[in-house]
């Protein structure tokens, strides 16, 4: 079964930092193009970039909002995602989901998900 | 960049069809994917690529699509269906991921 556990979430001020991690099991991670979605509270869903598998290059593209600020990583000998977050601003808040395609059936749509991580940028 | 725009809501009565729909530029060329999403639960996949349904989805939920419009049709709908509805697809490159701001489905 596939399962996707975020952490790292919390509190912090405008400017500062934040890692997020993605601990995954039950696929080949290290195969896997990886993704991070947020959720601002009462707005939808944003796509904030994806970390493709080192076959595929392993090069990461970013969401407009986050370009510059956030970066995506992973380590495939620890089956973990990352999202560095610099610079935060108040709008960054949101809960934070990795996703994936699990099934190639499924093309470039995201059937796992992560339950999430709530990250809130106040003073 | 570039944005795919939902209706913010659709109310329907128990047992009637919802239709929801998801317009942008090049829905044409890339495919389009439904998901629920209800508060405090992750996402779920309804539709992938256009009209498929992913497995344990229930029957009652059709995808389809003309043009630069996708729709997500809920036939039969059900107290339970009652949730917001996003549709997702990515810009002509396919680089970037983009999705809708979202449908709140309210069964009356």
């Known amino acids: 079964e596939v399962q996707l556990v975020e952490s790292g979430g919390g509190l912090v001020k405008p400017g500062g930092s934040l890692r997020l991690s993605c601990a995954a099991s039950?696929?080949?991670?290290?195969?896997?193009?990886m993704s991070w979605v947020r959720q601002a509270p009462g707005k939808g869903l944003e796509w904030v970039g994806r970390v493709r598998s080192k076959a595929d290059g392993g090069t990461s593209d970013y969401a407009a909002p986050v370009k510059g600020r956030f970066t995506i990583s992973r380590d495939d000998s620890k089956n973990t995602l990352y999202l560095q977050m610099n610079s935060l601003k108040t709008e960054d808040t949101a809960v934070y989901y990795c996703?994936?395609?699990?099934?190639?059936?499924?093309?470039?749509?995201?059937?796992?998900w992560g339950q999430g991580t709530l990250v809130t940028v106040s003073s | 960049s570039y944005e795919l725009t939902q209706p913010p809501s659709v109310s329907v009565s128990p047992g009637q069809t919802a239709r929801i729909t998801c317009s942008g530029d090049?829905?044409?060329?890339?495919?389009a994917y439904w998901y629920q999403k209800k508060p405090g639960q992750a996402p779920v996949l309804v539709i992938y690529k256009d009209s498929e349904r992913p497995s344990g989805i229930p029957e009652r939920f059709f995808g389809s699509g003309s043009g630069t419009t996708v729709t997500l049709t809920i036939s039969g709908v059900q107290a339970e269906d009652e949730a917001d509805y996003y549709c997702q697809s990515a810009d002509t490159s396919g680089t970037y991921v983009v999705f809708g701001g979202g449908t709140k489905l309210t069964v009356l």
């Open positions: 996703t994936t395609v699990g099934d190639d059936r499924y093309r470039s749509g995201f059937d796992c």
């Open positions: 090049p829905l044409p060329k890339q495919y």
């Open positions: 039950g696929f080949i991670f290290s195969n896997a193009w």
